[in-house]
Every structure is written in C-alpha cells, then in structure tokens.
C-alpha cells in the first residue's frame, strides 16, 4: 500500500486560509469516507484534528475542516494562527491493509 | 482520562529484537469500546501503521511488516506489548502506540511516542 500524497509544505499568514491536500486511490480515500487528520508538534502526542472525513473530535476548533472529492481529501485551516504551526499527516482505511498514511505537510505561519 | 505511554529501549543492534510496550490508563484493554496500535515514523519520514489488537484479542498487521512482527496484551497490567524482530538501521523511527474505538477507523489518543534508534 502506497502512502497517500501530501505537499511538502504549505504556508500562510495569520489570518488566512490554507487547504492541505491528500490524494489516494480508489482503494482508499475514493472508496471510503474514513480520512482522518493528525496535528504532530515536536515532542508532543499526535492530535486528532478530523475524523471520518469532516467529523471534528470536541475540543478541535471549528477553524479545521475536512472535506473530499474523488480520490482527494482536504485539510482546511481557517483564520491561520501561529500555534497552528505544526506537521499534519491525513489516514485513509484501506480495507485489508487497513490504515494508510499521507506523506506529511509541514505548516509554516508567516 | 485517556493516556498512552511508551516504554522500551532507546538503541537497539541490527538483527536484535524489539520489545516496545504501551501503558494505557483511562480506559480498560478488555473494554469493546477501544482498542490499540502501534505506528512508526522515521526521521522527516511518513507515519506508517504497523500493528493493531482489538478488545477481543482480534490482531491485524501491515502486510509489509507482518513476518516480523507480534502484538499482544496483558489486561491485568493495561498494557500492549509489540515486538519486532531482526531489527535494521531502517527501522530506527519514533514508535507511537494509539488508542482507536471499537468499529472505528481513527485514532483518537496517542502516546508521546519513543523514539529507537538502531545501530551497532
């Protein structure tokens, strides 16, 4: 299994909006709609930021939203802020190999 | 309260075995409700599933690593253990354990992860 597709890197200022994409196959994201999102800071657990494609977890600001098209789901980060600045990796389920990860977006607040 | 702690060596020599174990606190290892894996992420490099073990005892393993690797659990102790064996320099990575709900297909808990290196 493949990791899913992830620009390297995507940044904004404070304040705007940014949109991190991850793109599978029609054997992952296309088939199901179970994409999650991590937050990963340096030293510190992972974070659920959204489940099952667009569900986010109590506690997750309603600045991330999730959403997909075809074999592509997006992270979106609304009103950008500068603890916002981290690593994020999207996760598919992939049927018999269940879980599949993203190559990682490194996010940068300018 | 849900926590996920890792524990295990921090260097371990090519071809040597791996025993890496996850104390969980919050929750019960026997509850249906949840259960847990185990995911890697070398250095600048992708997370990557590695292993998950159902409340029932139910296991599933990535394809790629599945000849190497066992997941279990000690209930009594809350914890998962996951060894790995005939390590090699590739396989130094920060491990993490997480917590995923029962008939779910995320992880919404996860340890702070421990980070092993190999190398002789």
């Known amino acids: 299994q493949s990791a899913l597709t992830q620009p390297a890197s995507v940044s904004g200022s404070p304040g705007q909006s940014i949109t991190i994409s991850c793109t599978g196959t029609s054997s992952d994201v296309g088939s199901y709609n179970l994409v999650s999102w991590y937050q990963l800071h340096p030293g510190k657990a992972p974070k659920l930021m959204i489940y099952e494609g667009s569900k986010r977890p109590s506690g997750v600001s309603n600045r991330f939203s999730g959403s997909k098209s075809g074999n592509t789901a997006s992270l979106t980060i609304s009103g950008l802020q500068a603890e916002d600045e981290a690593d994020y990796f999207c996760c598919s389920y992939a049927g018999s190999s269940p879980y599949v990860f993203g190559t990682g977006t490194k996010v940068t607040v300018l | 309260q849900v926590t996920l702690k890792e524990s295990g060596p921090v260097l371990v020599k090519p071809t040597e075995t791996l025993t890496l174990t996850c104390t969980v606190s919050g929750f019960s290892l026997s509850n249906a409700k949840m259960g847990v894996s185990w995911i890697r992420q070398p250095p600048g490099k992708a997370l990557e599933w590695l292993a998950h073990?159902?409340?029932?005892?139910?296991?599933s393993y990535s394809t790629s690593l599945k000849s190497r690797l066992t997941i279990s659990k000690d209930t009594s102790k809350s914890q998962v253990v996951l060894t790995m064996t005939n390590m090699d320099p590739v396989d130094t990575a920060t491990y993490y354990c997480?917590?995923?709900?029962?008939?779910?297909?995320?992880?919404?808990?996860w340890g702070q992860g421990t980070l092993v290196t190999v190398s002789s």
């Open positions: 997480a917590a995923a709900p029962a008939r779910a297909y995320y992880f919404d808990y």
């Open positions: 073990i159902f409340s029932n005892d139910e296991k």
